[in-house]
């Protein structure tokens, strides 16, 4: 039979089995060389990529803080989203591009292949934006960029038609009432 306190005729037990685990661990981590990846990015980064540690100092460093401007400045180049985001400021940013007295009477309606509806207050306002085409062309491509729009479409505001509905009255109809 075994002894209650001691040593096991089968092997070492409790505390001294303990011991000589820990001890066995303890060798196998002598014997190999250390290859821990300490500073690895947890996304998936290359081998080579090694994370950066402690203070950064007093110059740039690309662990500071970035300003959003920039990040998005970044993001829309890498995606390759110019093009559509110099549209779109053609949108947003509607009096900033063509001057807030023509931005009063105008607004963009569509842009299409190059290609840039406006659409006036009045009759008078459609005919002075055609006479000033070729300068809003050369503000717009100043501030979004050359190629987003090449060519101006410009007509006067949408008018109702009359040629139908319970009141209709034979005749030519109103002439210049819009303008």
Known sequence: MGAVGGTDPDGPSGPQLARAVLDAAKARRDAKPTTR???ST???????ERRMRGYSGPGPDPRDPQPLGAVLDRLVKARGWQQPAAEAT???AWERVV???VA???RPVK?????LTVEARSTAWA???RLLAGSLLKQIAREVGHNVVRKLHIHGPAAPSWSRGPRRVR???PRDTYG
Do not use: D, I, K
């Not at 947890?42 to 080579?48: F, I, P, Y």
């Not at 842009?111 to 290609?115: I, V």
């Open 99 to 101: 001057g807030p007295e």
């Open 171 to 173: 005749g030519r109809g």
């Open 111 to 115: 842009l299409e292949n190059g290609e």
């Open 90 to 92: 053609v949108f947003g």
């Open 127 to 129: 005919t002075q934006l």
């Open 104 to 106: 009063q009477h105008s």
């Open 42 to 48: 947890g996304g998936g980064g290359g081998a080579g």
């Open 37 to 39: 990846r300490r500073g």
